[in-house]
């Protein structure tokens, strides 16, 4: 009897609590979990961001050139898919952390996205379901936007896309970030390292895009490149399931954002109630169904230690004193009843969105790489020796510096600053996160300088209004990529380890779609930047800036100083909420 109680005991104290494998059975420590499960997800990542990137990158040709739409429209319309792609990130994250796990989302959304790259596929194979073809300015071939049917399976495929995108980036980055301990320093710096090495395979998938794929796009026609896609987010499948007996996967913890409405509701009419010390008591209970801890660091224990108190031992803290009150005076209603853990865990939530904020204005930058920075390397010389080189495929520029400094980030510059600062990460999340922003700052200082130079060459050359590639390479172009793309490397993986750590453990794989969701409102706030540009522009001139059928007939220069003057206020800003911010968890953040 004694002997069947030790080993159940030992057999209790080997389980990731928390957490089942792939049959909704306990996962166990040895057997589940580990960076050679998260590998199964790097893999995946290079597969997904081929399947959407190949087609992203280039998406503004296809549809100026096969579909007929003006550079302007082509170029909101862009950024209008990519901006729903990644804002549907947060319904991932949501229905991983309240009802599914990170595992089946991604199975869910690849399938999802599978779907809709074979219709667009087929749209690109048969000649019926696309515009007739056109000789831009030929008035005896006018050009026909594409509308009705066509254009109704155009953007179902398109949508269903960036449905199923959303879904992967909603619980792909997180369902790899569980799978180690972060009890452990070890387990902290493998989860680091696996971030750096996400951004890394984000990028490997993105170089076969954006030079392999875009070359057979614009080379041997759409529905070659419509068709890898299709092949490679199927193969990820496999490569996902074949992980399944080692991964450990987290169980949902119920809807996050109920957590987070009730306490603000509670907080907002428990305003002009009196305070009740006996109720602010029994409200100090813990909560069965919020795991989460509190996390406090001792001021004489190492950097690394962390104390795990429970919320009924815990009072309120002081910051964000007025939502104090959704645990301090008595509740209108037994369901606004809240515990000092639930509290804490909004506060946690409210304090990050402002960081949040702050990244939309270099996301809305980086917008730019996809729409007018291609349209510019359209009209430049692209060729290099006989080969011409498509003017989609710039992105590799920033892609192979994000491929070569990764590791070097991860395996140099993180060992040689946490020795240099004696903390666990090195260089902290926010800290990276301002770098780049300021990079961003100096791309668009830079993109407006080349885009003068561009001009110049083309009234010089008297070839404003030819459709000729101008005497000038591309190599220009790279410039404003190379920054833009070091911009991305810095914040993205800052951003995703950032939310991950900072938010509660039963909010994390929402908290981690902040990182697309910023994304996704700065391709909004670029299209809203170019209306909003247009109208104003319109008004105090006969020519609006960023209007027309020809590249050349834009200010675009103009364009982009105002995003430079933009991100230079909002890197401003970003200091100020920075500079105040206080981590949750302990490592090298201070």
Same mark, same amino acid.
Request: proline share 5%; charged share 15%.
């Given at each position: 009897?004694?002997?069947?109680?030790?080993?159940?005991?030992?057999?209790?104290?080997?389980?990731?609590?928390?957490?089942?494998?792939?049959?909704?059975?306990?996962?166990?420590?040895?057997?589940?979990?580990?960076?050679?499960?998260?590998?199964?997800?790097?893999?995946?990542?290079?597969?997904?961001?081929?399947?959407?990137?190949?087609?992203?990158? %280039?998406?503004?040709?296809?549809?100026?050139?096969?579909?007929?739409?003006?550079?302007?429209?082509? !170029?909101?319309?862009?950024?209008?898919?990519?901006?729903?792609?990644?804002?549907?990130? @947060?319904? /991932?994250?949501?229905?991983?952390?309240?009802?599914?796990?990170?595992?089946?989302?991604?199975?869910? =959304?690849? $399938?999802?996205?599978?779907?809709?790259?074979?219709?667009?596929?087929?749209?690109?194979?048969?000649?019926? @379901?696309?515009?007739?073809?056109?000789?831009?300015?030929?008035? %005896?071939? +006018?050009?026909?936007?594409?509308?009705?049917?066509?254009?109704?399976?155009?953007?179902?495929?398109?949508?269903?896309?960036?449905?199923?995108?959303?879904?992967?980036?909603?619980?792909?980055?997180?369902?790899?970030?569980?799978?180690?301990?972060?009890?452990?320093?070890?387990?902290?710096?493998?989860?680091?390292?696996?971030?750096?090495?996400?951004?890394?395979?984000?990028?490997?998938?993105?170089?076969?895009?954006?030079?392999?794929?875009?070359?057979?796009?614009?080379?041997?026609?759409?529905?070659? /490149?419509?068709?890898?896609?299709?092949? =490679?987010?199927?193969?990820?499948?496999?490569?996902?399931?074949?992980? =399944?007996?080692?991964?450990?996967?987290?169980?949902?913890?119920?809807?996050?954002?109920?957590?987070?409405?009730?306490?603000?509701?509670?907080?907002?009419?428990?305003?002009?109630?009196?305070?009740?010390?006996?109720?602010?008591?029994?409200?100090?209970?813990?909560?069965?169904?919020?795991?989460?801890?509190?996390?406090?660091?001792?001021?004489?224990?190492?950097?690394?230690?962390?104390?795990? #108190?429970?919320?009924?031992?815990?009072?309120?803290?002081?910051?964000?004193?007025?939502?104090?009150?959704?645990?301090?005076?008595?509740?209108?209603?037994?369901?606004?009843?809240?515990?000092?853990?639930?509290?804490?865990?909004?506060?946690?939530?409210?304090?990050?969105?402002?960081?949040?904020?702050?990244?939309?204005?270099?996301?809305?930058?980086?917008?730019?790489?996809?729409?007018?920075?291609?349209?510019?390397?359209?009209?430049?010389?692209? #060729?290099?020796?006989?080969?011409?080189?498509?003017?989609?495929? @710039?992105?590799?520029?920033?892609?192979?510096?994000?491929?070569?400094?990764? +590791?070097?980030?991860?395996?140099?510059?993180?060992?040689?600053?946490?020795?240099?600062?004696?903390?666990?990460?090195?260089?902290?999340?926010?800290?990276?996160?301002?770098?780049?922003?300021?990079?961003?700052?100096?791309?668009?200082?830079?993109?407006?300088?080349?885009?003068? #130079?561009?001009?110049?060459?083309?009234?010089?050359?008297?070839?404003?209004?030819?459709?000729?590639?101008? +005497?000038?390479?591309?190599?220009?172009?790279?410039?404003?990529?190379?920054?833009?793309?070091?911009?991305?490397?810095?914040?993205?993986?800052?951003?995703?380890?950032?939310?991950?750590?900072?938010?509660?453990?039963?909010?994390?794989?929402?908290?981690?779609?902040?990182?697309? !969701?910023?994304?996704?409102?700065?391709?909004?706030?670029?299209?809203?930047?170019?209306?909003?540009?247009?109208? $104003?522009?319109?008004?105090?001139?006969?020519?609006?800036?960023?209007?027309?059928?020809?590249?050349?007939?834009?200010?675009?220069?103009?364009?982009?100083?105002?995003?430079?003057? @933009?991100?230079?206020?909002?890197?401003?800003?970003?200091?100020?909420?920075?500079?105040?911010?206080?981590?949750?968890?302990?490592?090298? %953040?201070?």
């Amino acid at each position: 009897m004694e002997q069947e109680q030790q080993i159940s005991s030992s057999s209790n104290s080997s389980r990731w609590e928390g957490y089942v494998d792939w049959r909704n059975k306990p996962a166990f420590r040895g057997r589940h979990g580990g960076m050679v499960a998260a590998s199964f997800v790097l893999v995946v990542e290079v597969l997904e961001n081929l399947a959407y990137l190949a087609n992203a990158s %280039n998406l503004v040709m296809y549809l100026s050139t096969y579909m007929h739409l003006s550079p302007s429209k082509a !170029a909101n319309n862009v950024t209008d898919f990519m901006g729903t792609a990644f804002l549907l990130a @947060l319904l /991932g994250g949501f229905l991983s952390d309240a009802f599914f796990t990170t595992y089946h989302i991604y199975l869910i =959304s690849a $399938v999802i996205e599978f779907l809709g790259l074979v219709l667009l596929t087929v749209q690109a194979r048969l000649p019926s @379901l696309k515009p007739p073809p056109c000789t831009p300015g030929n008035p %005896n071939s +006018p050009c026909q936007e594409i509308g009705g049917g066509k254009a109704g399976l155009l953007f179902i495929g398109l949508y269903m896309v960036a449905l199923g995108v959303g879904g992967i980036k909603g619980s792909l980055p997180t369902h790899g970030a569980e799978q180690f301990d972060e009890s452990t320093p070890q387990g902290r710096k493998q989860r680091s390292t696996f971030f750096n090495f996400f951004v890394f395979s984000l990028a490997c998938g993105g170089l076969i895009a954006v030079t392999l794929v875009v070359w057979i796009e614009d080379n041997k026609g759409w529905e070659w /490149g419509f068709g890898i896609s299709t092949i =490679s987010i199927l193969l990820s499948i496999p490569v996902f399931l074949a992980g =399944s007996t080692l991964y450990r996967n987290k169980i949902p913890c119920g809807s996050p954002l109920t957590t987070i409405l009730k306490v603000l509701v509670a907080a907002a009419l428990n305003k002009c109630i009196t305070k009740s010390p006996s109720n602010a008591i029994a409200s100090m209970a813990a909560s069965p169904s919020s795991p989460t801890p509190i996390m406090t660091k001792q001021p004489d224990q190492p950097q690394t230690a962390i104390e795990l #108190k429970h919320s009924s031992t815990e009072t309120p803290t002081q910051s964000l004193k007025f939502l104090n009150r959704a645990v301090l005076n008595k509740p209108l209603h037994d369901s606004l009843q809240c515990t000092v853990q639930q509290l804490e865990e909004v506060k946690i939530v409210l304090k990050i969105l402002p960081i949040f904020g702050c990244t939309i204005m270099l996301n809305c930058c980086l917008a730019q790489l996809s729409t007018f920075s291609v349209q510019q390397a359209s009209t430049m010389d692209t #060729k290099l020796g006989s080969f011409k080189v498509p003017p989609a495929s @710039l992105p590799i520029f920033p892609l192979v510096f994000i491929i070569i400094l990764a +590791p070097l980030y991860d395996q140099f510059i993180v060992p040689f600053f946490r020795k240099a600062t004696k903390s666990e990460m090195g260089i902290s999340h926010l800290q990276r996160i301002g770098i780049g922003l300021a990079l961003s700052i100096v791309a668009m200082a830079i993109a407006a300088l080349v885009e003068i #130079k561009r001009k110049r060459v083309a009234t010089r050359a008297a070839m404003l209004d030819s459709t000729e590639p101008l +005497p000038i390479t591309f190599f220009w172009i790279a410039l404003q990529y190379l920054f833009l793309g070091s911009a991305d490397l810095f914040t993205l993986a800052g951003l995703l380890e950032f939310f991950f750590t900072e938010a509660p453990s039963s909010m994390r794989s929402l908290a981690t779609s902040l990182t697309w !969701a910023s994304l996704a409102m700065g391709y909004y706030l670029s299209s809203l930047i170019v209306s909003v540009v247009n109208d $104003v522009s319109g008004k105090f001139s006969d020519h609006k800036w960023l209007a027309g059928s020809k590249l050349n007939s834009y200010h675009l220069e103009r364009f982009y100083w105002l995003m430079c003057v @933009l991100s230079g206020l909002n890197f401003l800003h970003y200091l100020f909420w920075a500079c105040r911010y206080k981590y949750r968890t302990t490592g090298a %953040n201070e």
